[in-house]
């Protein structure tokens, strides 16, 4: 298969446990694929001299280290720029692919001209559908929302995730507003259309920034119901709750003040920052 029909996929892993090997594994049994671009955000020294052999027995495989931690979307960022497929798939280093056409499916949906970016089924460990891979697109209301969970008092206020009961129900390829951040597929030159994952965030939301410049250029997201990936969301052993909590709140106030200007207001900019940052302080101390 030539390069022009192939798919390059980058996973960006950050002490990311054994997990790591099983999806790499799953990844090469993938038809349709063209590279695996491991990018090394930091791992135990056991690990990087596995993934430096793994790269030098077997030529489909790029190994990219030496640069420290750099954060999700830089990380992402560089790994893009080593590709050389025309299409391309960000892929979460504890997703699991147990569909050995979802390359296919993937590129399928791209065949139409409206849709420049698609994503799957994303499946809990235990077969349950994960509630973050059909989202809407975050706004204020919704960011506010989710950190106060006024989305489980009242339906009155939209929650960031679509119900996961529609999903049976939808057509093969459908629109969705948003996706996770766990499993993106675009071509390269749409990527670098839009300028790939922001690096204003270094973890946390870089997804939902992604989605809003998607949207912003006038282009749909494709959600592929019968192609279908398992997340295992194994969480870094060197990643704390308070420092993915403390980013997290840190992206939220990026994104509404960098896509909704009436927040860059003093009085509503701090309402808001309160707000987030109570958030932040019941996730941290008080689960």
Known sequence: MSESQSVDVIILSYYTGDILFKCIKSVRE?????KIIIVNN??????????LSLSQTDSSIIYVSGH???????????GESFATAEFLLFLNPDCVMTDNDILTKLKHALDDPKYKVATCKILNSDGTIQKTCRRNLLTPQIALAESLSLHKISNIFKPLNCPTTEIDNLPAISE??????ALI?????YYQDIGGLSEQYFLHVEDMDFCMKVHNHGDKIA????????????TSSNTTNKFLESHKARGFIIYITKY??????FLLRNIFKSLIYLRYFIKVYLK
């Open 185 to 189: 597929f675009t071509t390269k030159q």
């Open 260 to 265: 909704f200007p009436a927040f860059n207001n």
């Open 42 to 51: 930091g791992n135990p020294t056991e690990v990087e001299t596995k993934l």
């Open 223 to 234: 959600f592929v119901k019968d192609a279908v990936v398992t997340h295992i969301l194994s």
């Open 68 to 78: 420290g931690n750099i954060g999700f979307s830089r990380g992402c960022n560089l």
């Open 176 to 181: 969705i507003p948003a996706l996770s951040g």
């Open 30 to 34: 993938m038809r349709g694929l063209n």
